[in-house]
Nanobody, 121 residues
């Protein structure tokens, strides 16, 4: 069992920045691909970004490329999502996912509870 906890959400102005953190415990963190998803009101959950177990491969949704950056620190069992140039359409609950095998849009063996990000216009 892996326990996933997100933090760092909040209210931020348009074009502002925010960094989300996600810690995973219970299993060896470095054995898991880690990813971020989001769900806006009235919409389905969508993939945002992922970083592979190796820390080398990273994958982004087209909507966040060039603005968001995903990284991981295995020593701290933590994955980060640096979000820059935020737009109102980035407003959503952001979820962290951990997966031992899947990398990318299909990942999500373990999920966190989510953290709210609101971009004010």
């Amino acid at each position: 069992q892996v326990h996933v906890i997100e933090s760092g959400g909040g209210l931020v102005p348009v074009e502002g920045s925010l960094r989300l953190s996600c810690t995973a415990s219970g299993q060896t963190f470095s054995n898991y691909h880690m990813g971020w998803f989001r769900q806006a009101p009235g919409k389905e959950r969508e993939f945002v970004a992922a970083v592979a177990r190796s820390g080398v491969s990273r994958y982004y949704a087209d909507s966040v490329k060039g603005r968001f950056a995903v990284s991981r620190d295995d020593a701290k069992n933590t994955v980060y999502l640096q979000m820059n140039s935020l737009k109102p359409e980035d407003t959503a609950v952001y979820y962290c996912a951990a997966d031992p095998t899947q990398f990318g849009v299909r990942m999500g063996y373990y999920w966190g509870q989510g953290t709210q990000v609101t971009v004010s216009s």
